[in-house]
């Protein structure tokens, strides 16, 4: 992947499945 990595501190992803349940999966420093 030559995908330009604008966030170096790591990443985080949301995931909203309904019901006032949130899932977040964050990794970085």
Do not use: K, N
Request: aromatic residues 6%; proline residues 3%.
């Amino acid at each position: 992947e030559d995908a330009i990595d604008d966030e170096p501190r790591g990443w985080e992803i949301e995931l909203d499945l309904g019901d006032g349940v949130c899932l977040r999966f964050r990794r970085g420093a």
